[in-house]
C-alpha cells in the first residue's frame, strides 16, 4: 500500500442521550489528513445517516477506504453498511476487538416492535464477519466492495490491533465528547 493512501475512520463516544461520531482521514504513513464529526441519538436509528453526513462533509475523493468501529455505535443504533457503501462508492470495514455470538440476543433483549425490527433487518443484511490476524491479535471484519480486508487491514495497523484510522478516530471522539459534555 502506498503510504499516501488514505482512509476515513469513524469512531464514537457516548455519554447520556447523544454520541460523538469522529470521522478522521488517516494515511497509511500514520499521517492525520482531515476531522470531522457528527452526532446520533444514543439507542436511536440514526447513525448511518450521520456516517454519511461525516462523509459528505469532508469532501475527500482521495479517501479509499472507510474504516468503521463496530456495527452497532451508541447503543445498538445498528449500521446499514450497505447503503454506506452504496454511497461512498469505496470498499467498507466494519472492524470489531471482540469475539462474538453476535447482536441478535441483546438486540431482542432491549427492543421490540418496530425498533427491534428495524435493527434486525439491518443486522440480518450485515456480510459475515470474519476474523482477521493483524501484529499477534485478531480483529473481526465485515468487509464490502472489492477488497482483500486483509491486507488493508494489516497496511492500516503499524502495531496492536486496532487499525490507525479507527485508534485516532476513538480518540477524537472520545476528546469531542468530553468537549461537548463540559470537560474542557
Keep these: 500500500m502506498k503510504a499516501g493512501t488514505r482512509a476515513l475512520g469513524v469512531a464514537e463516544s457516548f455519554r447520556g442521550d447523544r454520541s460523538t461520531l469522529a470521522g478522521v482521514v488517516v494515511r497509511a504513513d500514520r499521517v492525520v489528513d482531515g476531522?470531522?464529526?457528527a452526532s446520533c441519538a444514543v439507542g436511536g436509528t440514526d447513525a448511518t445517516e450521520r456516517v454519511l453526513d461525516l462523509w459528505t462533509r469532508l469532501d475527500r475523493e482521495d479517501v479509499r477506504f472507510v474504516f468503521l468501529a463496530g456495527v452497532a455505535p451508541a447503543w445498538y443504533?445498528?449500521?446499514?453498511?450497505?447503503?454506506?457503501?452504496?454511497a461512498v462508492d469505496r470498499p467498507v470495514l466494519a472492524v470489531s476487538f471482540e469475539a462474538s455470538t453476535g447482536l441478535e440476543a441483546p438486540l431482542r433483549e432491549h427492543f421490540d416492535g418496530d425498533e427491534l425490527t428495524e435493527r434486525l433487518?439491518?443486522?440480518d443484511a450485515l456480510p459475515d464477519r470474519r476474523p482477521v490476524s493483524v501484529n499477534d491479535e485478531t480483529v473481526y471484519v465485515r468487509a464490502l466492495g472489492d477488497?482483500?480486508?486483509e491486507r488493508v487491514v494489516t497496511a492500516?495497523?503499524?502495531e496492536g490491533g486496532r487499525p490507525e484510522p479507527l485508534r485516532v478516530a476513538r480518540l477524537t471522539a472520545r476528546a469531542g465528547d468530553r468537549y461537548v459534555a463540559g470537560e474542557r
Excluded at 443504533?77 to 452504496?86: F, P, S
Aim: glycine fraction near 0%.
Design 35 to 37: 476531522v470531522e464529526f
Design 156 to 158: 492500516y495497523t503499524p
Design 77 to 86: 443504533n445498528v449500521l446499514d453498511l450497505r447503503r454506506i457503501h452504496d
Design 147 to 149: 477488497v482483500d480486508a
Design 121 to 123: 433487518e439491518r443486522y
